[in-house]
């Protein structure tokens, strides 16, 4: 079965940038379209961004949209978020998920960012 494994997080400055990565482990993951989904304490879990399986397309939420880019190297099993421009509101848990068909079933452990004003 695929698993899921965040990296990345961490404290960072607001204005400042991070580099998340979700590393998969079997042999499946072109297969799965990728996204990344955060949640702040005492809010529901938002989307992020999500690209394809070829990584043709990628979608964003509205508030990263800009400052935020979802990429993926299949040869690597690794879906990546840049996150630029960070601010408080960024702080949250970001997880890693992937959808085989239509519904995200594989979700990471999550990976901490606290961005401070």
């Known amino acids: 079965q695929v698993q899921l494994v965040e990296s990345g997080g961490g404290l960072v400055q607001a204005g400042g940038s991070l580099r998340l990565s979700c590393v998969a482990s079997g042999r499946t993951f072109s297969t799965y379209t990728m996204g990344w989904f955060r949640q702040a304490p005492g809010k529901e879990r938002e989307f992020v961004a999500q690209?394809?399986?070829?990584?043709?397309?990628?979608y964003y939420g509205d508030s990263v949209k800009g400052r935020f880019t979802i990429s993926r190297d299949n040869a690597k099993n690794t879906v990546y978020l840049q996150m630029n421009t960070l601010k408080p509101e960024d702080t949250a848990v970001y997880y890693c998920?992937?959808?085989?068909?239509?519904?995200?079933?594989?979700w990471g452990q999550g990976t901490q960012v606290t961005v401070s004003s």
């Open positions: 690209i394809t399986r070829s990584g043709g397309r990628t």
């Open positions: 998920a992937g959808a085989p068909a239509s519904d995200y079933t594989l």
